[in-house]
């Protein structure tokens, strides 16, 4: 009986990108006990969450394209019900209003909820209009794109509403927006941002962390210590690393936001360039195995949820990285299936779950 349940519910689970995911996060754990100073509490955790979040993946794996777009209407709604509940009496950490307490549950961040519930409700609302879809449909997409942006913006949680609106652009962008209006976005984009500095309608330390991304030694003491002791951890790694737990800028407290946005610069101190190279390759072969999925899927569906949250682990990625390496802001962007946290993890477990259900039911979509 065991035996048959096992069979059903590994039936709907990719092996590769289960494997690729898999590696990753073990990586991660080993990472986490070493900023962690060598407690387990962070790494018990941690890992709890990782079942929890595994068995969520397996549930979502075993349910149909079909039966999970059922679930972007009200995933929506509800994800904005409650930033607007952020928004009106939201918990304030940090000065930021990012979570939400509700009863039997606990504090939640809503936000995370939009990084599946924006790609789902469009890929949905564009399969819907397949084979008629027109210039209107595209300016509804981006008004349910622009909606739980603003909520999240006004948090402020600038990194979040950055990776929800880029999610939403690659929607539109796989679902055949022009060239040319995706230029004029850009563009208007720009202007928006110039003109919110120029009238101060940014934060300060918004704009202390633009600053110091292209001058870390502006604010060294402060703003700028983060990516200047990354900068030191990385570079002290050298080609082969220092060896698991022997990171110095780890172990010595010198390196801030060690087991969440900023555990790229443990992870090369300890393991190096060859180490680093070696993840890198990892998060290419994620990446590339969530696009062939995307290629792969029988309906349109399909293709766009795939493509994008093959496209978000990308972004994810190279926005962690660069804001480590110092070429982008401090934005607060977790390292995908490694950085400490919860609903992070949850995220992209489900995440997981839906290609691995894009995956394995192609000819039941088809049928």
């Known amino acids: 009986m065991i035996q048959v349940i096992w069979n059903k519910l590994t039936d709907h689970i990719d092996p590769i990108l289960f494997a690729l995911v898999t590696i990753i996060t073990v990586l991660g754990l080993l990472v986490l006990y070493s900023a962690a100073n060598e407690t387990m509490s962070r790494v018990v955790s941690q890992s709890q969450k990782v079942v929890i979040a595994v068995i969520i993946m397996f549930v979502i794996a075993n349910l149909s394209p079909s039966f999970i777009a059922r679930f972007a209407i009200p995933m929506y709604i509800a994800g904005i019900i409650l930033l607007l509940g952020v928004a009106l009496g939201g918990e304030v950490i940090k000065g930021a209003r990012r979570w939400l307490k509700l009863p039997l549950i606990g504090n939640i961040q809503p936000s995370e909820i939009m990084k599946l519930a924006v790609p789902l409700i469009l890929a949905w609302y564009f399969d819907k209009h397949e084979g008629a879809i027109s210039w209107k449909n595209f300016l509804v997409a981006g008004l349910l794109v622009a909606i739980p942006f603003a909520l999240i913006v006004r948090q402020p949680d600038l990194g979040t509403a950055l990776l929800v609106g880029a999610c939403g652009f690659f929607i539109l962008y796989l679902a055949g927006l022009d060239w040319r209006i995706m230029i004029g976005g850009a563009v208007v984009a720009a202007l928006a941002f110039a003109g919110a500095w120029e009238f101060n309608l940014l934060h300060d330390y918004q ?158 979509v088809g049928s």
């Open 207 to 364: 704009k202390e962390r633009v600053l110091t991304a292209f001058d870390p030694g502006r604010d060294s003491q402060d703003a700028g210590w983060h990516t200047i002791q990354a900068a030191i951890a990385i570079g002290s790694g050298g080609l082969v690393g220092k060896g698991w737990l022997a990171g110095t800028q780890t172990h010595l407290e010198f390196l801030p936001e060690k087991h969440t946005d900023f555990i790229v610069a443990v992870y090369g101190e300890e393991f190096g360039l060859i180490g680093a190279l070696l993840l890198f390759a990892l998060y290419i072969l994620l990446i590339g195995r969530c696009m062939l999925i995307a290629m792969r899927a029988q309906s349109l569906f399909g293709r766009l949820i795939a493509g994008t949250l093959g496209l978000m682990f990308f972004t994810y990625t190279f926005v962690n990285v660069g804001m480590v390496a110092g070429l982008l802001p401090v934005v607060g962007v977790p390292l995908p299936f490694v950085s400490f946290g919860g609903t992070a993890m949850m995220t992209l477990f489900v995440a997981v779950g839906i290609l691995m259900s894009v995956a394995t039911h192609r000819k039941l």
